[in-house]
C-alpha cells in the first residue's frame, strides 16, 4: 500500500475538549484520542479511514486504460510552496484518492520539488513511510491565507518497503493542527534554515484553482 495520511484527530478549542470529556464519562482527551488512534490502525491500510481502496493508488499519475488500449491519466493539480530561502515546485494532493496515494511509487523528487497535502479544515494529520523508496522531510504547515507557518517539522523520515508489517511501521503526526502537509526530500528543511515557526506562502496555478 502506498505511503500516506493515515490519521486524522480534528482540531478542537479547549472549551470543545471539556465537553468531549464529559460526553465520554471522564475519559481524556488525550487517552480518548489514543484509543482512537489504535483502533483506526487496526483496520487502516494507509487510505483515509470510512473511504474504499483508491483506483490506481501505487501509480502516481493515476493513469488508466482506455477501450482502445490508450493511457488516460489524471495528474495532480500544482502550485509553488515559498519559504523565505527557497521555493518549492508541489504537486498538490486534495482528494481522498490523492491522500491515500500520496507519494507511494512516485519516481525520486527533484531538489526543490514536492507534494503539498490539502485538507479542509486543520487537524492533527498523521502519516506513515510504507511503499516509499526515498526519506522525507514532512512540514505541517497552518495559519491564515497570508500568514502560513511551519508548526511541526518530521526530519529525515525514514522510508519503509511495502512488505513491512503494519504494527511495525512508525506513525508520524504534528503536536499542533495544521491544514497543509508538505512533503519534500529528506535534508531540505536543513539546507535551507527552516525550521518550527519559519514563515511561508502557497499559490496554486492559475489551471488548477478548484
Known amino acids: 500500500m502506498a505511503h500516506a495520511f493515515i490519521f486524522h484527530a480534528p482540531w478542537r478549542s479547549p472549551r470543545q475538549f471539556g465537553k468531549q470529556r464529559r460526553r465520554t464519562g471522564g475519559v481524556s482527551s488525550f487517552a480518548f484520542g489514543t484509543l482512537v488512534l489504535f483502533a483506526s490502525l487496526s ?4 487510505r483515509v479511514l470510512g473511504q474504499g481502496p483508491p483506483q490506481a493508488n501505487d501509480n502516481p499519475a493515476n493513469c488508466s486504460q482506455t477501450a482502445d488500449g490508450a ?3 489524471e495528474l495532480f ?4 510552496v515559498s519559504f523565505p530561502t527557497v521555493d518549492v515546485r508541489v504537486e ?3 482528494t481522498a484518492v490523492d491522500h491515500a ?3 507511494g511509487g512516485h519516481a525520486p523528487l527533484g531538489m526543490t520539488d514536492g507534494m ?6 486543520p487537524g492533527f494529520y498523521a502519516f506513515w513511510m510504507k511503499g516509499m523508496t526515498f526519506n522525507l522531510d514532512i512540514m505541517w504547515i497552518d495559519g491564515t491565507a497570508d500568514n502560513l507557518r511551519v508548526v511541526h517539522l518530521a526530519s529525515d523520515v525514514p522510508a519503509y518497503p511495502t ?3 503494519d504494527g511495525r511501521l512508525p506513525i508520524y503526526s504534528p503536536t499542533r493542527p495544521g491544514r497543509y502537509v508538505l512533503e519534500v526530500n529528506a535534508g531540505f528543511a536543513d539546507m535551507h534554515g527552516i525550521t518550527v515557526g519559519s514563515p511561508a506562502s502557497f499559490i496554486r496555478d492559475v489551471d488548477t484553482q478548484p
Do not use: D
Open 92 to 94: 498538490l494532493a486534495e
Open 71 to 73: 493511457a488516460e491519466c
Open 101 to 103: 496515494r500520496g507519494l
Open 116 to 121: 503539498i497535502f490539502v485538507f479542509q479544515t
Open 77 to 80: 493539480g500544482s502550485g509553488v
Open 163 to 165: 512488505e513491512t508489517p
Open 43 to 46: 483496520v487502516s491500510t494507509g
